[in-house]
């Protein structure tokens, strides 16, 4: 059974950091790729970040040089570092993992979402 669980999120203040994780279980991790997406009340969901089996880092552009996504294999465990946090990154972010097949995607997880409000 597969399992994405992240944890860390919740309210800070303009300015402040939090530090996502997601624990994945159930999959063989060094062959997934790993994302980070967020959704607002009645907005799409969107990838904030991602990285790859190999470890490339991809951005939206607006978070670009205040997030940091990273992953632990020997942990089965991704990381967001979101510094200099801002009151339009307020949504739910969602972990997901991707196993790429060659030609498409031949999995795709999901968390079950951690809620991150920035607002004084």
């Known amino acids: 059974q597969v399992q994405l669980v992240e944890s860390g999120g919740g309210l800070v203040q303009p300015g402040g950091s939090l530090e996502l994780s997601c624990a994945a279980s159930g999959i063989s991790f060094t062959m997934y790729d790993l994302g980070w997406y967020r959704q607002a009340p009645g907005k799409e969901r969107y990838m904030v970040a991602r990285?790859?089996?190999?470890?490339?880092?991809e951005y939206l552009a607006s978070v670009k040089g205040r997030f940091t996504i990273s992953r632990d294999n020997a942990k089965n465990t991704v990381y967001l570092q979101m510094n200099n946090l801002k009151p339009e990154d307020t949504a739910v972010y969602y972990c997901?993992?991707?196993?790429?097949?060659?030609?498409?995607?031949?999995?795709?997880?999901w968390g079950q979402g951690t809620q991150v409000t920035v607002s004084s």
């Open positions: 997901r993992a991707r196993q790429w097949g060659g030609i498409l995607y031949i999995a795709d997880y």
């Open positions: 990285i790859t089996s190999r470890g490339n880092p």
